[in-house]
């Protein structure tokens, strides 16, 4: 996984996390909050939609499989290769906040 993709996943996340955030309240002075949505939704959201896309691959190569005239080969190796991808940035972020996380752990208070 490139730097460079992982970058585009941590911008849709902060895409996300601002544009639900609430008009007229200031991010910065609600603690437990990034961009007016709090971490743990967008962590959660961001989950759940690679596990639909992981769900969708499945069942395009199952349907692929039985013989469904509706998909094709191309289809099926896309919808695998978007799934693979999305995992993988979801395990590179993973491990930068476990990262984080534990540098924080080492800091002197």
Do not use: C, H, W
Request: aromatic letters at 4%; a negative charge.
């Amino acid at each position: 996984m490139s730097e460079m993709q992982i970058q585009n996943v941590l911008a849709q996340m902060r895409q996300l996390t601002q544009s639900s955030g609430v008009e007229g309240t200031n991010p910065a002075q609600q603690p437990g909050k990034v961009g007016g949505a709090e971490f743990q939704n967008v962590l959660r959201d961001s989950l759940r939609g690679v596990n639909d896309v992981q769900q969708s691959a499945t069942d395009l190569q199952t349907r692929f499989e039985l013989g469904d005239e509706n998909v094709s080969l191309p289809q099926v190796m896309v919808a695998m290769n978007k799934s693979s991808i999305a995992f993988e940035a979801t395990n590179q972020v993973r491990n930068r906040l476990l990262n984080a996380y534990q540098e924080i752990m080492r800091m002197q208070v």
